[in-house]
């Protein structure tokens, strides 16, 4: 993630130079949706088109990435116990359900090791120290349970490609891939990387996806934006015996994405047939390509991951085969060479009409370093700008370090211009499931609201109208919802309600599909 923003800025030359504050939130955007209406009996069903305010959108994805490689958010530090270990990562999560976050992207392979129980990869060195030492645990189920029990998504993060940090293949455990197949292995610019063009590769790679999903209860499986290697000056990207074997007369170029989509294909077909409703998605590098190389291309002038890592994201989303994508945006407004009012509105236009969501990759971690990230506002304004698109459905910020920090304040400002509201995780066409029936037999007492449990629920959305009154559009946005519960043990459900009015209860599947509203409950 960290090395995308930087060789942007570094392969062009250019410089942060910055405009305007924040843009103030504008008025409200009505649109046309289909929403609740009350009945005759004050049942509340679908059937009206109700405007909604782009304020307050009902679903929304917020996300933050944890980074495990080289330490980076999650263990602070190799070696630590388990419990302090654990301590650190409900404090990630917490902190993200205080900003009313629904989504986590965990890094558990960062180079060809695992952060759970492999039988087909060694243990990650940056739970012990050592490449290969058992921790003591199964860090997995934890960081799952722990994620659902507090109402976010867990997407597990892998890394394709990346082999070892280091050259010396024979410093890997002596499970490792890597050893038991060196021919795999392409050294490039200091580490060691799968050849892509390998069949064998793919179906490894494949294999290890299978393998989480099978086991694991994960929600999504995410690739992030490490494909063929970032440029290195002077290095030659070795795989001209691979080339030769399957190139079959197209240029090297070609090739090389082709055997990326090859293995985006196979991951997604095998994610989906292993668990239908597991999502599958990719957080591409910013810039596809310049319009300077491709008339189709953005107005940017920084690096073509195209061209430069071989990574064709319009053919991904094309194709249908990924569920989602999420751009890294890594840069502010106003930034010539790749500013984000002209990055941001590319992609909504490449995803329009084709069922693939996309969220914005958000440089948190940018946050304060200099230029325009000075201006505690500027990532708050990126939001404001994703308003007028309509294609835009969330975002995912880099990363969790700087969640816990709040650097500049710049979270708070986010909290308060854009997530008033909990939102409802979006819904992506063709991953099946099924709205749960509405929970029955809604109880108020004093303070406490309480409704029987339904069956194949996984949380609870709590809508509170102040007037008592809900009306035939009172949940068509998120004005009025005040808490999605995660679903607990036992045949009732509980939430407390804090304040007067009329109080309405949906149910909600894993993936989002909500049922019709209770009738309402007066406070």
């Given at each position: 993630m960290l090395a995308a923003a930087a060789l942007a800025v570094v392969t062009t030359g250019a410089a942060y130079t910055f405009g305007p504050s924040a843009e103030p939130v504008g008025a409200a955007a009505a649109a046309a949706a289909t929403a609740p209406t009350v009945g005759a009996a004050g049942e509340v069903s679908a059937t009206a088109a109700c405007p909604v305010d782009a304020r307050y959108p009902k679903r929304q994805l917020r996300g933050i990435w944890i980074a495990t490689t080289k330490n980076i958010d999650w263990p602070s530090r190799t070696g630590l116990p388990v419990a302090r270990q654990q301590a650190e990562y409900v404090r990630i999560l917490d902190s993200a359900v205080k900003r009313r976050f629904n989504a986590v992207f965990v890094q558990v392979r960062p180079a060809s090791d695992a952060l759970y129980a492999s039988a087909m990869e060694p243990w990650s060195e940056y739970l012990t120290g050592k490449a290969?030492?058992?921790?003591?645990?199964?860090?997995?189920?934890?960081?799952?349970?722990?994620?659902?029990?507090?109402?976010?998504?867990?997407?597990?993060?892998?890394?394709?490609?990346?082999?070892?940090?280091?050259?010396?293949?024979?410093?890997?455990?002596?499970?490792?891939?890597?050893?038991?197949?060196?021919?795999?292995?392409?050294?490039?610019?200091?580490?060691?990387?799968?050849?892509?063009?390998?069949?064998?590769?793919?179906?490894?790679?494949?294999?290890?996806?299978?393998?989480?999903?099978?086991?694991?209860?994960?929600?999504?499986?995410?690739?992030?934006?490490?494909?063929?290697?970032?440029?290195?000056?002077?290095?030659?990207?070795?795989?001209?015996?691979?080339?030769?074997?399957?190139?079959?007369?197209?240029?090297?170029?070609?090739?090389?994405?082709?055997?990326?989509?090859?293995?985006?294909?196979?991951?997604?077909?095998?994610?989906?047939?292993?668990?239908?409703?597991?999502?599958?998605?990719?957080?591409?590098?910013?810039?596809?390509?310049?319009?300077?190389?491709?008339?189709?291309?953005?107005?940017?002038?920084?690096?073509?991951?195209?061209?430069?890592?071989?990574?064709?994201?319009?053919?991904?989303?094309?194709?249908?085969?990924?569920?989602?994508?999420?751009?890294?945006?890594?840069?502010?407004?106003?930034?010539?060479?790749?500013?984000?009012?002209?990055l941001m509105p590319w992609w909504a236009k490449e995803v329009k009409g084709t069922g693939v969501d996309l969220y914005i990759g958000q440089a948190l971690y940018q946050v304060g370093t200099g230029g325009a990230w000075t201006n505690p506002g500027e990532l708050a304004s990126h939001l404001t700008a994703n308003r007028k698109y309509g294609e835009v459905k969330g975002d995912v910020y880099f990363s969790a370090k700087q969640l816990l920090t709040n650097p500049l304040g710049a979270l708070d400002r986010i909290v308060k211009s854009a997530y008033t509201r909990p939102a409802l995780l979006p819904l992506i066409k063709g991953l099946g499931g099924q709205a749960p029936a509405t929970p029955a037999e809604v109880r108020l007492q004093g303070k406490s609201l309480t409704w029987k449990t339904s069956a194949n629920?996984?949380?609870?959305?709590?809508?509170?109208?102040?007037?008592?009154?809900?009306?035939?559009?009172?949940?068509?946005?998120?004005?009025?919802?005040?808490?999605?519960?995660?679903?607990?043990?036992?045949?009732?459900?509980?939430?407390?309600?804090?304040?007067?009015?009329?109080?309405?209860?949906?149910?909600?599947?894993?993936?989002?599909?909500?049922?019709?509203?209770?009738n309402p409950a007066l406070a």
């Amino acid at each position: 993630m960290l090395a995308a923003a930087a060789l942007a800025v570094v392969t062009t030359g250019a410089a942060y130079t910055f405009g305007p504050s924040a843009e103030p939130v504008g008025a409200a955007a009505a649109a046309a949706a289909t929403a609740p209406t009350v009945g005759a009996a004050g049942e509340v069903s679908a059937t009206a088109a109700c405007p909604v305010d782009a304020r307050y959108p009902k679903r929304q994805l917020r996300g933050i990435w944890i980074a495990t490689t080289k330490n980076i958010d999650w263990p602070s530090r190799t070696g630590l116990p388990v419990a302090r270990q654990q301590a650190e990562y409900v404090r990630i999560l917490d902190s993200a359900v205080k900003r009313r976050f629904n989504a986590v992207f965990v890094q558990v392979r960062p180079a060809s090791d695992a952060l759970y129980a492999s039988a087909m990869e060694p243990w990650s060195e940056y739970l012990t120290g050592k490449a290969g030492k058992h921790p003591g645990w199964d860090p997995l189920p934890f960081l799952v349970a722990e994620a659902h029990k507090r109402g976010l998504e867990f997407h597990a993060w892998l890394n394709p490609y990346r082999a070892s940090y280091g050259t010396d293949l024979g410093k890997l455990p002596v499970n490792h891939p890597a050893r038991i197949h060196p021919d795999w292995i392409v050294k490039y610019g200091g580490q060691s990387y799968y050849n892509p063009g390998l069949p064998q590769v793919r179906d490894h790679v494949t294999s290890v996806v299978k393998d989480v999903v099978s086991r694991y209860d994960v929600d999504g499986v995410h690739f992030d934006d490490y494909f063929y290697p970032y440029p290195v000056g002077g290095a030659t990207f070795a795989d001209n015996a691979a080339f030769k074997k399957y190139g079959k007369g197209t240029k090297l170029a070609a090739w090389r994405r082709s055997n990326v989509d090859k293995l985006i294909a196979q991951v997604d077909k095998t994610v989906h047939a292993t668990k239908k409703h597991v999502k599958f998605g990719i957080s591409p590098f910013g810039i596809w390509r310049n319009k300077s190389d491709d008339p189709t291309g953005s107005a940017t002038a920084g690096m073509s991951a195209y061209d430069s890592i071989y990574a064709d994201s319009r053919h991904w989303i094309r194709q249908g085969t990924v569920d989602y994508v999420i751009p890294q945006l890594y840069w502010p407004r106003g930034f010539k060479v790749a500013d984000y009012n002209t990055l941001m509105p590319w992609w909504a236009k490449e995803v329009k009409g084709t069922g693939v969501d996309l969220y914005i990759g958000q440089a948190l971690y940018q946050v304060g370093t200099g230029g325009a990230w000075t201006n505690p506002g500027e990532l708050a304004s990126h939001l404001t700008a994703n308003r007028k698109y309509g294609e835009v459905k969330g975002d995912v910020y880099f990363s969790a370090k700087q969640l816990l920090t709040n650097p500049l304040g710049a979270l708070d400002r986010i909290v308060k211009s854009a997530y008033t509201r909990p939102a409802l995780l979006p819904l992506i066409k063709g991953l099946g499931g099924q709205a749960p029936a509405t929970p029955a037999e809604v109880r108020l007492q004093g303070k406490s609201l309480t409704w029987k449990t339904s069956a194949n629920a996984r949380s609870y959305a709590v809508y509170r109208v102040p007037s008592g009154k809900p009306g035939k559009c009172a949940t068509a946005d998120a004005r009025n919802l005040v808490a999605v519960v995660p679903a607990a043990g036992g045949a009732r459900q509980t939430f407390a309600a804090a304040a007067g009015g009329a109080y309405l209860v949906t149910a909600l599947d894993r993936l989002g599909n909500e049922s019709a509203p209770t009738n309402p409950a007066l406070a």
